[in-house]
């Protein structure tokens, strides 16, 4: 007799958390806005694929609290776009700004900085402190 009330207490478990289960797995999820950097990189550029990767580094540090994407056409609610545009990528000297928009924004340009090297060629290690101090004067909404 135990053994069949427990064999039924079993089989009323299974079948009521499978019922919740159920009830879960149809409900609708809850829907968040996006809270992402959706960067966009220059075209043209010798360094541009380490420009890239040096902006995407300094941005995670900027805004830890955001994902990055590098796919303009998957902005979002609450996505910000960012645009790094090089002005010039020449063997001493390197200069860029930045371009923003939130969604339903006007576009916004940043400064032009400029990094120029006398006694040295610039190099990708010069990237990342170059492109924080583009960030840091562009005051990117961000954070």
Same mark, same amino acid.
């Given at each position: 007799m135990a053994r069949k009330i427990l064999g039924l207490a079993v089989f009323a478990s299974l079948q009521i958390g499978l019922i919740q289960g159920t009830v879960a797995m149809s409900s609708t999820p809850e829907i968040t806005p996006s809270n992402r950097i959706i960067l966009?990189?220059?075209?043209?550029?010798?360094?541009?694929?380490?420009?890239? $990767?040096?902006?995407?580094?300094?941005?995670? +540090?900027? %805004?830890?609290?955001?994902?990055? =994407? =590098?796919?303009?056409? %998957?902005?979002? +609610?609450?996505?910000?776009?960012?645009? =790094?545009?090089?002005? %010039? $990528? +020449?063997?001493?000297? =390197?200069? %860029?700004?930045? +371009?923003?928009?939130?969604?339903?924004?006007?576009l916004t340009r940043g400064p032009e900085v400029e990094m120029a090297v006398m006694d040295a060629i610039v190099s990708p290690q010069m990237f990342n402190r170059f492109l924080a101090d583009l960030v840091r004067v562009s005051e990117l909404p961000i954070d």
């Open positions: 966009s990189c220059p075209d043209q550029t010798p360094n541009r694929q380490k420009l890239c $990767d040096a902006m995407e580094q300094v941005l995670k +540090e900027a %805004a830890p609290n955001r994902s990055i =994407l =590098l796919d303009p056409d %998957a902005i979002g +609610e609450n996505d910000i776009l960012i645009a =790094l545009r090089v002005a %010039a $990528d +020449e063997k001493h000297s =390197l200069k %860029a700004y930045t +371009e923003w928009q939130k969604t339903g924004g006007e």
